[in-house]
């Protein structure tokens, strides 16, 4: 009786699904949960080993599942749920499509149980390997007959623990609003009222110093609509960020996160190091790389809730395997996916640790983070699942003035980007409109001569079909807003996310190539160079057949884009496949300061007579 109590509540999950999907592409849109029913076989069994992980420190552990049934089909399947009891008292009656008792929790996953079973038909037995990461509950695992139009739950298994489920884990640095500041922000189960949270840190095999963290967290009431209110919610922990200030350019600094906890005892995450920002204009080798559109994808092959971002774990392996080389990261936008299943976004901080952890990882806002019908948005769609922005603010630290608006700017020794939040309003004579102004104007290019921008949506050019269909080869009235702006402040470089592909422009204005050289710019650019980065790890966006004169480069595959200032009049930029981490396209920009002061077509104003 009591295994049957423990299964209804995972069936009325299921249940629940069905009035909810987050994105065309959803794998579990395929299940008619509707017709779920229970169907317990007292000759079906599901079992997971080991039951405890994380004994040796680690966050994410490989499981083995073992299961069988006197009945198989190559359409029965397996799911994976966690917490691992379900309560239907804990969840809101929000999603009037059904009737309660209302679930909380999602399934993270589901495989079919043939997958690497390939006689699992005639035996009845098959098996499983399975990773998960310590997300601060439990887990257990379901065995359903019937496929995914007819599911019947006929087995559950034992629960599966990480030994140490509230442990500070995924740390993710950030440039703070000062060049010597660096922030770290980690995700923990522990509330501030349990134990106090800090970084102990200082220069590499140097003395340590203490620094308090903020914490913060949400609930239900904080996010806009379904599934990230229902079905998909998840209790997201304590996000707790600190701010590391003070640091010496380009000093190696250690440090590691920790928990006193009032009983006197400390929690320990592992030694992490990064090294500080150069001072702003500071000639010395400078790195960077800027993607769009990754999401998160699974190592073990699960069928996720949004299965169309399969060149994630490429691009993630090739930054981790060149990290040496690697000094920032910008993600600009459509960060994990999510779409309103908040579990992802632990999966996708811990896909990334090994970057986060090392070098700044600085994000954007994109429409699967933030677009929400009557939420302030610029667009009205439903992208982000009911999120509406509240997971990428709170999840990872970026040194905006509001962090609903997300716009913000960064130095990073001889390079300024200017940072658009693509989802709330950039036209001419908004708030934003006026910020990007200011980042482009203040800047003293002298110092930092590439002046960089980056956004989600794009706001200069693309062949993508989509766009092309619309006939505006980008987002509407985006060059419209800001072409004057780049043009008058002679902005480098224009990269953008959005589009699932990687594009080229020549350097251009209004429309028109400003200079006939593809690969070496020497001297006045006279216009900025448009890239498109979108193509991080999400299902690819197809080029529309018509040619245009602007476009030098496309490239239909995942990749990403790495910029080195070697001095202040020298940049190579280059466009790298994450299938194999070799470089598909590049130019080369060679200029004195002088070239940046000269004037072109709409960048200086008119002389006057006495001149």
């Known amino acids: 009786m009591k295994t049957f109590v423990m299964l209804l509540p995972i069936l009325w999950v299921l249940v629940a699904l069905q009035g909810v999907t987050s994105h065309e592409d959803h794998p579990l849109a395929r299940i008619a949960v509707h017709n779920a029913i229970a169907a317990l076989d007292a000759h079906a069994y599901i079992k997971a080993s080991p039951s405890v992980l ?16 006197g009945n198989p089909s190559n359409d029965d399947w397996v799911g994976v749920f966690s917490p691992a009891n379900f309560s239907a008292a804990t969840c809101d009656p929000e999603n009037n499509m059904v009737t309660p008792p209302l679930l909380c929790t999602a399934p993270i996953k589901y495989q079919f149980a043939n997958r690497s079973n390939p006689n699992y038909k005639r035996t009845g037995k098959g098996s499983l390997k399975l990773q998960l990461i310590n997300q601060r509950s439990d887990f257990s695992f379901a065995l359903f007959s019937g496929g995914l139009r007819n599911p019947k739950l006929v087995a559950v298994s034992n629960t599966v623990a990480f030994a140490h489920p509230n442990a500070p884990l995924y740390p993710r640095l950030a440039q703070g609003k000062t060049w010597n500041e660096m922030t ?33 967290t949400f609930d239900r009431s904080s996010l806009c609509g379904a599934p990230a209110r229902t079905v998909g919610w998840r209790n997201p922990g304590f996000i707790h960020t600190s701010f590391l200030k003070e640091l010496w350019p380009n000093l190696a600094y250690t440090y590691k996160l920790g928990h006193k906890l009032f009983n006197g005892t400390y929690i320990w995450s592992q030694m992490y190091k990064f090294k500080a920002s150069p001072y702003p204009g500071q000639s010395s080798l400078q790195r960077v790389v800027i993607f769009g559109d990754m999401g998160k994808e699974e190592a ?20 981790i395997e060149d990290l040496k080389n690697i000094d920032i990261v910008f993600h600009i936008g459509d960060i994990v996916y999510a779409n309103g299943y908040l579990s992802q976004w632990d999966q996708f901080t811990s896909q990334v640790e090994p970057i986060t952890s090392r070098v700044p990882y600085m994000i954007a806002s994109g429409n699967h983070e933030r677009d929400w019908p009557d939420s302030g948005s610029f667009y009205g769609k439903k992208d982000s699942g009911g999120e509406c922005g509240v997971l990428a603010q709170t999840m990872f630290y970026f040194p905006a003035e509001n962090r609903d608006k997300f716009w913000y700017s ?35 290019r002298q110092k930092q001569p590439w002046l960089i921008f980056l956004a989600h949506r794009v706001l200069g050019y693309s062949s993508g079909d989509f766009y092309a269909d619309e006939g505006s080869f980008g987002e509407p009235m985006g060059r419209e807003s800001l ?79 790495k910029m080195t200032a070697f001095d202040h009049s020298n940049l190579l930029f280059e466009y790298k496949k994450s299938s194999d981490g070799k470089v598909y396209d590049s130019f080369n920009i060679s200029r004195d300061y002088r070239d940046i002061l000269a004037c072109t077509v709409d960048s200086c104003p008119s002389m006057t007579l006495a001149s």
Request: charged share 20%; hydrophobic share 30%.
């Open 410 to 444: 960064t130095d990073y020794g001889m390079f300024r980007f200017c940072i658009a939040d693509t989802e709330h309003d950039w036209r001419e004579g908004t708030e934003q409109y006026k910020f990007l102004e200011h980042c482009f104007a203040s800047v003293d």
């Open 483 to 561: 072409q004057k702006l780049w043009q008058k402040y002679k902005v480098d470089i224009a990269i953008y996310g959005h589009v699932h592909n990687y594009e080229r422009t020549c350097p251009i204005y209004q429309n028109i190539c400003t200079m006939t050289e593809k690969n070496s710019y020497k001297g006045t650019l006279n216009g900025t160079i448009h890239v498109v980065a979108g193509g991080g790890g999400a299902g690819l966006v197809k080029f529309t057949s018509l040619q245009t004169k602007w476009s030098i480069f496309k490239d239909y595959d995942y990749g990403f884009v």
């Open 184 to 216: 770290v922000t980690w995700t923990s189960g522990y509330d501030i009222n349990e134990a106090e949270p800090f970084v102990e840190w200082g220069p590499q095999g140097g003395q340590q110093t203490r620094s308090p963290a903020g914490t913060l």
């Open 54 to 69: 994380g004994s040796n420190g680690l966050n994410q552990e490989w499981i083995t599942l073992e299961y069988g049934t």
């Open 300 to 319: 073990d092959g699960s069928n996720v809730y949004n299965q169309y971002q399969p060149g994630s774990l490429n691009t993630t392996k090739q930054i």
